[in-house]
């Protein structure tokens, strides 16, 4: 899921100082020696577990944060098999909420973050001023949260992909959770959304209902989209599942770089394309070698991303199997990375 970051007024995935809200998503992640942060997203810092490959400074490991949603394995998975099978290195995968892996980035707790949605008090702090973490680049993708409703209910009614329209179909997307409001559902509460500001500050007839995971909200669309139902959800691209289940975009008030600078609580606004981002512990970009300069060359498309993910999500292949597959077919894409 994901997406501006700042602390979290209410629950929610993927915001920013700018971008403030964000991010989101979350299915269970496969990883060796998995670390699962003790808070959600917008808590200070992660448990003090660490992986045994976090900065060896003289041996040729690398430990990846990985986030909870499937791009996020994807992109991990991918830069896993390649380091180890091309490059030679041990590589470890910590999964780690968004704004605790930047804590654990600083620290070497982690090497490598390779899809942030925009922190960017995270990166003032950790980037400009105490200069523990480097910058890497974009990751070729562009992340973008929105509400979505499904194609086939939006060609029946058109005016539901405005804003201003939604109240006008509340009564016909209430659910047991959201009572006598309409539903929008939302994935995991530890997502940074402004989803409940926008619902109050925009005066909807709705309730922000959260699913629990991406997984979660995954199965909760695929089942109205099998029933043919009407749904109002948090969505965001890059996702797989469009192929599955196409959706349009309710158009929100335009987002504006003015209405991101207010306090989330205020936020009245859609949210905004962000370029997605790769962030090195500063150490391990300096002493990293043939590792830090793969992960600074690693850049790819949105639907390679797709791929990956999709193979995952919805194939049920392990990441370890989806990362083989894709690397097997897209050679042309991947040598270019290798340093």
Not at 10 to 19: L, N
Not at 40 to 52: K, L, W
Not at 308 to 335: C, F, G, N, T, Y
Request: hydrophobic share 40%; net charge negative.
């Amino acid at each position: 899921m994901a997406r501006n970051d700042q602390p979290a007024a209410a629950p929610a995935v993927p915001a920013t100082g700018r971008r403030r809200r964000a991010r989101g998503k979350a299915a269970a992640l496969l990883a060796t020696g998995t670390l699962l942060a003790a808070t959600g997203c917008g808590a200070a810092d992660m448990t003090r577990q660490t992986s045994p490959y976090a900065d060896a400074r003289t041996a040729k490991t690398v430990t990846l944060s990985v986030q909870s949603w499937v791009g996020a394995q994807a992109n991990a998975a991918v830069a896993q098999y390649l380091l180890e099978h091309e490059l030679g290195y041990r590589v470890d995968t910590v999964q780690v909420d968004e704004v605790p892996a930047w804590d654990a980035l600083s620290q070497g707790r982690v090497d490598a973050i390779l899809e942030d949605w925009g922190h960017p008090e995270q990166e003032r702090r950790y980037v400009k001023e105490k200069k523990t973490i480097r910058a890497a680049g974009d990751l070729g993708v562009t992340g973008h949260i929105g509400w979505y409703v499904p194609k086939y209910w939006a060609d029946e009614h058109p005016d539901v992909t405005d804003w201003k329209n939604l109240d006008k179909y509340a009564e016909e997307l209430r659910t047991a959770e959201s009572g006598d409001k309409g539903q929008l559902l939302d994935g995991s509460p530890s997502y940074v959304t402004n989803d409940q500001a926008l619902v109050r500050n925009l005066e909807l007839d709705y309730e922000v209902v959260f699913a629990g995971s991406e997984a979660a909200q995954i199965t909760q669309i695929q089942q109205f989209a099998k029933e043919r139902r009407p749904f109002l959800s948090y969505w965001y691209e890059p996702q797989w599942l469009f192929e599955k289940v196409p959706m349009v975009e309710v158009q929100l008030p335009e987002y504006t770089e003015e209405c991101a600078a207010k306090a989330p609580e205020d936020i009245d606004c859609a949210y905004p394309r962000t370029p997605l981002q790769k962030y090195l512990n500063a150490r391990f970009a300096e002493n990293g070698g043939a590792a830090a300069a793969f992960l600074e060359n690693f850049h790819w498309s949105q639907e390679d991303q797709n791929e990956v993910s999709a193979m995952i999500a919805s194939e049920k292949l392990s990441p370890q199997e989806a990362a083989e597959r894709w690397v097997r077919k897209h050679p042309d894409v991947w040598r270019a990375w290798l340093p």
